[in-house]
């Protein structure tokens, strides 16, 4: 498989999960879909008939604390970003995903449930040729302290992401992900999300975090981390960041040529950022796989992001707001 063509799942496979927010079962499944489809929610389980709704950053109705995806009618689906994530991460340009409920599952907190769903499934190449994003120039926004900037970058994706929470525990982290199927499923698929043990009451008594556990989120109070079985990665706090951000950037439509930066950010700033991207027509445009030349094979411990590999740009905490 070249990669140079756009894929898609060869079947369909399903997940069984909570809603980290509702704390209701939710059913999802990932299917095929055809050339140019993109990535689309269907919303069955419903009195009424299926809602359908395309990941777009168009689709984005709130930003709170998860990627919420909705229309003129209201929310269709709640915390979309680590299932999208796996779809950017592992390379699919077109896919349907079915969820029964109001949210996707949370699963473990991380994106390692979906990428084996997709395992399962299988790739398989379609017949028209990979479109993507590339930026031109650089596109900057801040809100409060929180800054992100897209910038041109000479092949594939990369993700810049730091955070700095007043916390001992987590404090400042980095982490840079040159972007492709392998790294996604080695350094960030696991990343699970996280949050504040002080947060939980005040959360549940608002209606979220109802399905949130130490089986599916990183917890910490005011001196350490509560999960006896420990972190995944020292900085995975920071990695479950990236995961974030190629999730909510998947919502462009198309995967991204481009390095993306982050400071303190969220899926607010994720999103804001695209949306100022997407509106500078001047600051990208659209090519195909032959038109983007190859990167050189990467330095030792970080993976080339190329388009022959399959690279693709991207785009909740469960105990607290999407504000580091």
Request: proline share 4%.
């Amino acid at each position: 498989m070249t990669f140079s063509r756009q894929t898609t799942l060869g079947a369909q496979a399903t997940v069984t999960g909570v809603g980290v927010h509702s704390g209701k079962p939710v059913n999802l499944t990932l299917g095929p879909a055809p050339v140019d489809a993109g990535y689309i929610f269907v919303r069955t389980g419903l009195e009424g008939p299926d809602r359908e709704v395309q990941a777009t950053a168009k689709s984005v109705i709130a930003t709170a604390f998860a990627t919420v995806l909705g229309d003129q009618d209201g929310p269709i689906v709640s915390t979309a970003e680590h299932v999208l994530a796996a779809l950017r991460g592992m390379g699919i340009d077109n896919a349907t995903i079915e969820v029964d409920g109001p949210e996707v599952p949370i699963m473990d907190g991380s994106a390692a449930a979906f990428v084996a769903a997709i395992d399962q499934a299988g790739v398989v190449e379609q017949g028209a040729r990979r479109r993507f994003i590339q930026v031109l120039k650089p596109v900057q926004l801040a809100i409060g302290d929180s800054f992100g900037e897209f910038r041109s970058h000479a092949a594939g994706f990369r993700a810049e992401i730091e955070i700095n929470f007043n916390n001992p525990v987590i404090g400042r982290q980095s982490y840079v992900l040159d972007l492709n199927p392998e790294t996604f499923r080695r350094d960030v698929a696991r990343a699970r999300t996280f949050g504040f043990v002080n947060d939980v009451a005040r959360l549940s008594s608002a209606g979220y975090a109802l399905g949130a556990s130490f089986e599916n989120s990183v917890v910490f109070d005011d001196t350490k981390l509560l999960n006896a079985e420990g972190l995944r990665y020292a900085d995975e706090c920071a990695r479950h960041k990236v995961l974030d951000a190629i999730g909510d950037l998947a919502l462009a439509g198309l995967p991204i040529l481009g390095a993306y930066r982050s400071v303190r950010g969220g899926h607010k700033l994720n999103n804001e950022v695209l949306r100022a991207l997407l509106a500078d027509r001047s600051a990208w445009k659209i090519v195909e796989a032959d038109a983007v030349s190859v990167q050189a094979p990467a330095r030792r411990g970080r993976a080339t992001a190329d388009v022959s590999s399959g690279v693709l740009g991207g785009l909740a905490p469960a105990f607290g707001p999407d504000v580091s």
